[in-house]
C-alpha cells in the first residue's frame, strides 16, 4: 500500500517562505515522478509542481515559477516544495501525488495522492 504524507504546512505572512515535505512507501520511490497540486475553498484542484523521477526534469505552473522549487531526495524517499515570496492567493491545501511513471504524466494519471496539508498566507 503506497502512502504518502505531506507535512510543513501552516500560517505565514505574506512575501514569507515555507518548505513542504512528502514522505513516501509501499512504492519504489526513486522509479517515479512527484508532483505538487492544491486545492483552494471553492476551487479545484489544480497543478502547482513536478518532478521526473531523476529530478532532472522539473515543471511549474505559471502563477508559482521564480518563486517555488520542487525536488526529491530518492535516498529519504522524501519530495519537497519550496515556497517563497508566498501570496494572498497562495492560501490552500497541498496536495502531493505518485505517478505510475517515471516521465511526469498530466494530472489525471497520478494514482496515490496523500491528505494534504493546510497553507494559508496572511497580509
Known amino acids: 500500500q503506497v502512502q504518502l504524507v505531506e507535512s510543513g504546512g501552516g500560517l505565514v505572512q505574506a512575501g514569507g517562505s515555507l518548505r513542504l515535505s512528502c514522505a513516501a512507501s509501499?512504492?519504489?520511490?526513486?522509479?517515479?515522478?512527484m508532483g505538487w497540486f492544491r486545492q483552494a475553498p471553492g476551487k479545484e484542484r489544480q497543478f502547482v509542481a513536478a518532478i521526473s523521477w531523476s529530478g532532472v526534469s522539473t515543471y511549474y505552473a505559471d502563477s508559482v515559477k521564480g518563486r517555488f522549487t520542487i525536488s526529491r531526495d530518492n535516498a529519504k524517499n522524501t519530495a519537497y516544495l519550496q515556497m517563497n515570496s508566498l501570496k494572498i492567493e497562495d492560501t490552500a491545501v497541498y496536495y502531493c501525488a505518485s505517478a505510475p511513471t517515471g516521465a511526469v504524466p498530466p494530472m489525471e494519471a497520478y494514482d496515490y495522492w496523500g491528505q494534504g496539508t493546510q497553507v494559508t498566507v496572511s497580509s
Open positions: 509501499g512504492r519504489t520511490f526513486r522509479y517515479y515522478a
